[in-house]
């Protein structure tokens, strides 16, 4: 026994011996394991970029009340351009907003959000070489959030845009914005996720990242690694308002295709169903007969809508689009909006837990930047817009027209107009339609002061109105 243990310890002392010195080589000849992974180097990207990156900064009319800084609205999207103003209706306020943009091309036209200019009486880009330019609106639309300005100036540097198609999660990228108004601000991160539908933004595929971002980086591009622009930001994930890990941008392919029927005055047109839909969980889709909770559940179908005219039904799950798998009810929207307006798309629809092929022809949901008596802003100075049965039956109206847009120094500035107001009625008359509020304002006598019914933020006023003396398109 003795001999044994004996024995076994000069075996043990010979190990240690031996794994000591192996380890002592070890540190003498080095790792003999591979390099470790490099980080990506941003500085070239922000030296050659930022030059395109702008600050932008926005006036609007005096209100009686607006956010004090760090108050914000308690939903968790955010739009987030940074917003300055005071509380006190007396003496009135011009607030104040800050936010960011990109060159998108070297005459003047710049690329920002649709937010971040909304309701601006006056509009100062802040180049990267100290000089201030006002900008002109040339025009924006709500449902991306892009927008496009222009500034009087000729070879600026412009950024070069990408393929966001081609994006993977994964990927690094790269945002440069003015957070808070600090200009020239990097910020870096991952691609999370790819094609992300959020609950207010049905009409957008999303790029999520974890790039910081907080207010006043709306706006702002973002970079991939060959300095490419491939998105423009725009809303962040927040309980508190700042950056927590969350942040969604417009996908340029998408924002490009917007900013240039913006730029030539095209109508932008999105297709419609006219259903209203709900995701399904594995409860309901027993409910149903179905194997597994995939697709969108119709839960109302709009009246006379193109749905209605194909004979979908409430009840009726829509797992296939034009040949396109939908996995979750917020993956069509922006499909069926992507579609040709009057094309015939079949869909492959499960009703009583058998499948169906229904053929419906898409309908238009309605142009965005439809300017009363002229193709810019016309003489009233506004650009109205149809309201969709769905949305009138949220913002709680039985008729009228949408303001995109108010011109300032035109009428309807003067008469307190603002975006997002609800146009309810025209000289004593109800307007339900585009159409009819500039047939209503065409007959209206030149010179004349006339009433318009206006709701905002769920209160109804009346504001006075002057008929401009010719009214020429």
């Known amino acids: 026994m003795t001999t044994h243990v004996l024995s076994r310890r000069v075996v043990d002392g010979g190990e240690i011996l031996s794994l000591f010195l192996f380890g002592l080589l070890l540190l003498l000849s080095g790792p003999l394991t591979a390099a470790p992974v490099q980080m990506p180097d941003f500085e ?17 009319a005096p209100v009686a009340q607006s956010p004090e800084v760090g108050q914000l609205p308690p939903e968790l999207l955010r739009r987030f351009h940074n917003f300055q103003g005071q509380r006190r209706p007396a003496p009135p306020a011009t607030p104040q907003g800050l936010g960011s943009g990109v060159i998108a091309s070297a005459d003047g036209y710049i690329m920002t959000n649709a937010h971040v200019v909304d309701g601006a009486t006056e509009i100062i880009v802040h180049l990267d070489d100290q000089r201030e330019l006002p900008a002109t609106l040339v025009g924006s639309d709500r449902h991306t959030d892009i927008a496009v300005l222009k ?3 000729d070879n600026l540097p412009a950024a070069t845009f990408g393929n966001s198609d081609q994006l993977r999660v994964g990927q690094w990228v790269l945002a440069i914005g003015a957070p808070f108004g600090l200009e020239q601000t990097a910020t870096q991160g991952i691609v999370s996720a790819v094609s992300r539908s959020l609950p207010n933004d049905s009409y957008v595929p999303f790029i999520q990242t974890d790039v910081a971002l907080n207010p006043g980086n709306s706006g702002g591009p973002l970079f991939n690694l060959d300095g490419e622009v491939i998105g423009i930001n725009s809303q962040i994930f927040s309980g508190t308002g700042g950056y927590m890990g969350l942040s969604f941008a417009v996908p340029i392919n998408l924002a490009s295709n917007i900013a240039e029927k913006l730029k030539s005055g095209v109508a932008i047109e999105r297709g419609w169903l006219g259903i209203s839909i709900q995701d399904m969980n594995q409860t309901l889709a027993e409910s149903f007969g179905l194997a597994s909770p995939a697709g969108a559940l119709i839960s109302a179908i709009t009246p006379n809508s193109p749905a209605a005219r194909a004979k979908l039904q409430a009840g009726d799950v829509i797992v296939k689009f034009g040949g396109q798998p939908i996995g979750r009810s917020a993956e069509l929207p922006p499909i069926v909006a992507a579609t040709a307006v009057n094309s015939e798309t079949q869909l492959t629809v499960l009703r009583a837990g058998k499948s169906r092929i229904i053929k419906v022809k898409v309908g238009l949901l309605g142009p965005d930047a439809v ?5 810019q802003t016309g003489p009233l100075g506004v650009v109205v817009s149809d309201i969709t049965p769905e949305d009138r039956a949220k913002i709680g109206v039985e008729n009228g027209v949408r303001v995109d847009k108010v011109e300032p120094g035109k009428p309807a500035a003067v008469a307190g107009l603002q975006a997002h107001d609800i146009i309810v009625a025209f000289n004593h008359h109800p307007v339900d339609n585009v159409a009819e509020l500039a047939e209503i304002s065409q007959k209206s006598k030149p010179g004349s002061t006339v009433p318009i019914l206006v709701q905002r933020r769920q209160q ?11 009214q020429t398109g």
Do not use: C, G, Y
Not at 371 to 375: C, I, Y
């Open 44 to 60: 070239q990207l922000v030296e050659s970029q930022s030059s395109a990156v702008v600050n932008i900064q926005t006036r609007r």
């Open 371 to 375: 300017a009363v008596n002229s193709p």
């Open 460 to 470: 109804v006023q009346f504001l006075a109105l002057k008929v401009p003396e010719k």
């Open 151 to 153: 500034v009087e100036a």
